[in-house]
């Protein structure tokens, strides 16, 4: 233990294990101080470069607060949360696939009633939105909590833009009815960058990365017997289906939204949205 190198350093540390009495803990520190110290002795790591990582996890955890997650965004940029979405999201066939969740779900959004405007008055083209749940034997889910948010036309949550404060907008909570349906109002969502003001921005620039995603609505979908669903719905045409910056997108994920120049719902240009979601049940997982 006196005389520890670059090659017997690592079965030392994984020694000072062998009192973990969580065996899930004690292989999970296992493989990662063996696969970190692999890493570090494949790259020939120099002391200068690991401050200099040192430093990019202090600024990551520094950037990160209750309305913005930028571990999170890390994970979903180096393509970890998708990978652990694919290994423990393995839904039933027929089941709605799932996808990552990202960094600006809230807890607080408003609890609203069906049919509500829940844009808030967040530009955009509006979208009409019809959503319909039900489980993998084909009856509805009646009462399912469809927790739904997204970005405005700006590409923006409104945890992003400080002028709001504590308001809240284009995110809701609503239940579905007798028959597992809902419908709501909201705007059309658009193409936006992830943030790229923070270490993880500065992170993809300097690796030659672009930081869009492509068009979406998030949904978190629950209801008793079921697993709950964390998934997207995507819009297309968009020229970042196949170069999502998060790894999200799924082609069973991208819907339908039709244009329409005016219509029965507005005498003004407009889009609508119908779309079917199947739950797995718990037994699934």
Known sequence: MRNIDEHSITEAV???????????????????????????????????????????????????????????????????????????????????????????????????????????????????????????????????????????????????????????????????????RLRFRTILPTAYPVPTDGPVGRLLVASGRHPWRPAHLHFRIAAPGHRTLVTHLFRDPDPYLDSDVVFGVRSSLIARFERHERGPLLDAPYATLAHRFVLAPEAAA
């Not at 039933?92 to 405007?117: I, L, S």
Request: net charge negative; glycine share 10%.
């Open 14 to 180: 994984v020694a000072r294990l062998a009192a973990c009495e969580d065996p899930r803990l004690k292989q999970i520190l296992t493989a990662l101080v063996t696969h970190l110290h692999d890493f570090a002795r494949e790259v020939r790591l120099t002391e200068a470069e690991w401050m200099q990582g040192i430093r990019f996890l202090t600024d990551t955890g520094r950037m990160c607060t209750g309305e913005r997650q930028e571990f999170i965004l890390l994970s979903d940029t180096l393509g970890l949360s998708m990978l652990t979405v694919a290994m423990n999201q393995r839904h039933p066939p027929g089941a709605t696939e799932a996808t990552v969740f990202g960094p600006f779900h809230v807890d607080d959004a408003p609890r609203v009633d069906d049919g509500a405007d829940i844009a808030g008055g967040a530009p955009g083209e509006p979208l009409f939105v019809e959503v319909e749940v039900a489980g993998l034997d084909g009856r509805p889910l009646a009462g399912a909590e469809v927790d739904v948010w997204q970005a405005d036309e700006d590409g923006l949550y409104d945890v992003q833009r400080p002028e709001l404060g504590a308001a809240r907008r284009a995110r809701a909570v609503l239940h579905t009815d007798a028959e597992g």
